[in-house]
């Protein structure tokens, strides 16, 4: 079955610096890449999101890229703020015809942005 | 107020207890799921449903059950089969989209402690 890698695992940057974290996926038909952040003891939120006919997406601090040759895509922070502390986790999916795809995560990341 | 409500936020079970943990949403989503969350392995799928009267299993759905009887409903039954079940378990429910997978909407968990 689908299977995501995520690195690192934790990652401590100083304020204002960017932050990457990469992803790579094992089934070539993935479809669908969205990004979601945990902050301590809250549930996860979506982020960002990228589909597979697109090479890369921006939101005002946060971008995310894909590379389907490589089966491998990351989520770029820059100018981090100490409020970007949290877990982010990466995901992948496929739709296939009629129904939407099952979500499978990566391991997480546990971001540290040091003031 | 719409979302996703899960019950009890926490619980404790003695060994060879079954528990079911609720979900209910108002956001009249076709697909509900259910992850299981521990330290380092990122958000593991144990069941989903993407139609009433209708799951699947996930990645690790042994010692676990669950029914879609409402749309608004999808509860997870932890059995005493399941071997370690000392864990934080999220709910999440996303739109039906289609060929589309939809953003996931998460719960604020359940976490559930054998004694």
């Known amino acids: 079955g689908e299977n995501v890698e995520q690195h690192p695992s934790t990652l401590s940057v100083q304020e204002g610096d960017s932050a990457v974290i990469k992803c790579t996926y094992s089934?070539?038909?993935?479809?669908?890449f969205p990004w979601y952040k945990q902050e301590l003891g809250k549930r996860p939120q979506l982020i960002i999101d990228?589909?597979?006919?697109?090479g890369e997406k921006k939101d005002q601090r946060i971008a995310v890229t894909l590379n389907k040759t490589a089966k491998h895509f990351s989520l770029h922070i820059t100018e981090t703020q100490p409020e970007d502390s949290a877990v982010y986790f990466c995901a992948a999916s496929k739709s296939q015809g009629n129904q939407g795809g099952k979500l499978i995560f990566g391991q997480g990341t546990e971001l540290s942005v040091k003031p | 107020d719409g979302g996703i409500t899960q019950s009890p936020k926490y619980l404790f079970r003695k060994e060879g207890q079954n528990v079911t943990l609720s979900c209910e949403q108002n956001?009249?989503?076709?697909?509900m799921y259910w992850y299981r969350q521990d330290p380092g392995q990122g958000l593991r799928l144990i069941y989903y449903?993407?139609?009433?009267?209708?799951?699947q299993k996930g990645d690790i759905a042994e010692g676990y059950s669950v029914s879609r009887e409402k749309k608004e409903s999808f509860p997870l039954t932890v059995t005493s089969a399941q071997k370690n079940p000392t864990a934080f378990y999220l709910c999440a429910s996303s739109a039906f989209l289609g060929a589309r997978t939809g953003e996931l909407f998460f719960g604020e968990g359940s976490r559930l402690t054998v004694l």
């Open positions: 449903s993407q139609i009433v009267n209708d799951f």
């Open positions: 990228i589909r597979s006919n697109v």
């Open positions: 089934d070539s038909a993935s479809n669908y």
């Open positions: 956001l009249n989503h076709d697909a």
